[in-house]
């Protein structure tokens, strides 16, 4: 974690890169994320502010195809990140001149917004992830709708142990929540550059307490799976977070 310096930091966000052959239909690309502490009190200036002066930025680089979206999330349940934010581009190279881009828009047109998010939330960490696995049938309403995310902690030489627990035992029952339409959506990441998390499944539903039964069915299907098991072998602690998603490309809230 580190004190936010700049605005620069606003837009190390949520990065997913995904390997050929093994991602999904759905998100694609690479994706820049960061996680905020955040001044409680301070949040809704912040948001309303973020929406107000920076939303416009990105959409402008949304609507140029220099990105493919980006969101700006709210802490619902979980440990210290309060906000988290990303941008998705189809390769590394058009993500860092996007990156540029929009950092250097923001020190031109919301000096403002940049000096109260480096007030309201002075830690972060960045992380950049890849995708490894998601949904095939992922709803085209899938990134606005809440999610959860579970990070987990592994031992990296057993990591693909955990990536073929999530592909013989958890994609094919996750496929199926998505179609009978109790999760919107699912993806698995793994670490690319960042802090302790090695991977992380984040599903998204209608709301939260639909994500979480979906997740509870899963779990009792999943039971006395010797393929599921490997995944708690591999990576055996695990923090999850509920977030909300406050503004962002195709989103109406």
Same mark, same amino acid.
């Given at each position: 974690?580190?004190?936010?310096?700049?605005?620069?930091?606003?837009? %190390?966000?949520?990065?997913?890169?995904?390997?050929?052959?093994?991602?999904?239909?759905?998100?694609?690309? %690479?994706?820049?994320?960061?996680?905020?502490?955040?001044?409680?009190?301070?949040?809704?200036?912040?948001?309303?502010?973020?929406?107000?002066?920076? =939303?416009?930025?990105?959409?402008?680089?949304?609507?140029?195809?220099?990105?493919?979206?980006?969101?700006?999330?709210?802490?619902?349940?979980?440990?210290?990140?309060?906000?988290?934010?990303?941008?998705?581009?189809?390769?590394?190279?058009?993500?860092?001149?996007?990156?540029?881009?929009?950092?250097?828009?923001?020190?031109?047109?919301?000096?403002?917004?940049?000096?109260?998010?480096?007030?309201?939330?002075?830690?972060?960490?960045?992380?950049?992830?890849?995708?490894?696995?998601?949904?095939?049938?992922?709803?085209?309403?899938?990134?606005?709708?809440? %999610?959860?995310?579970?990070?987990?902690?592994?031992?990296? =030489?057993?990591?693909?142990?955990?990536?073929?627990?999530?592909?013989?035992?958890?994609?094919?029952?996750?496929?199926?929540?998505?179609?009978?339409?109790?999760?919107?959506?699912?993806?698995?990441?793994?670490?690319?550059?960042?802090?302790? %998390?090695?991977? =992380?499944?984040?599903?998204?539903?209608?709301?939260?307490?639909?994500?979480?039964?979906?997740?509870?069915?899963?779990?009792?299907?999943?039971?006395?799976?010797?393929?599921?098991?490997?995944?708690?072998?591999?990576?055996?602690?695990?923090?999850?977070?509920?977030?909300?998603?406050?503004?962002?490309?195709?989103?109406?809230?």
């Amino acid at each position: 974690m580190r004190s936010l310096l700049s605005l620069t930091t606003l837009l %190390f966000i949520l990065v997913l890169a995904v390997p050929t052959g093994t991602a999904a239909q759905g998100l694609s690309g %690479f994706i820049f994320s960061t996680y905020y502490e955040c001044d409680i009190t301070l949040e809704a200036i912040v948001d309303d502010a973020l929406m107000s002066n920076v =939303a416009p930025i990105y959409d402008r680089h949304v609507e140029k195809g220099s990105i493919t979206e980006w969101s700006w999330s709210a802490h619902v349940i979980g440990g210290a990140w309060r906000r988290l934010a990303y941008f998705v581009t189809p390769d590394r190279a058009s993500g860092m001149a996007a990156r540029a881009s929009i950092l250097e828009t923001i020190q031109q047109e919301a000096p403002e917004t940049a000096a109260l998010v480096n007030r309201a939330c002075p830690k972060h960490d960045d992380y950049i992830w890849t995708v490894n696995q998601s949904s095939r049938v992922e709803s085209p309403t899938d990134r606005a709708m809440p %999610f959860t995310t579970g990070y987990y902690i592994c031992q990296q =030489a057993r990591e693909a142990e955990a990536d073929e627990a999530i592909r013989a035992a958890w994609a094919p029952i996750l496929e199926e929540l998505v179609k009978d339409g109790k999760l919107t959506g699912w993806t698995w990441i793994a670490h690319d550059t960042g802090g302790m %998390f090695r991977r =992380a499944m984040s599903l998204s539903g209608s709301d939260h307490t639909s994500i979480m039964a979906a997740r509870d069915e899963l779990s009792n299907r999943l039971s006395g799976n010797n393929a599921a098991s490997a995944l708690t072998g591999a990576c055996g602690t695990h923090t999850d977070y509920a977030w909300r998603p406050v503004g962002g490309s195709g989103r109406t809230n």
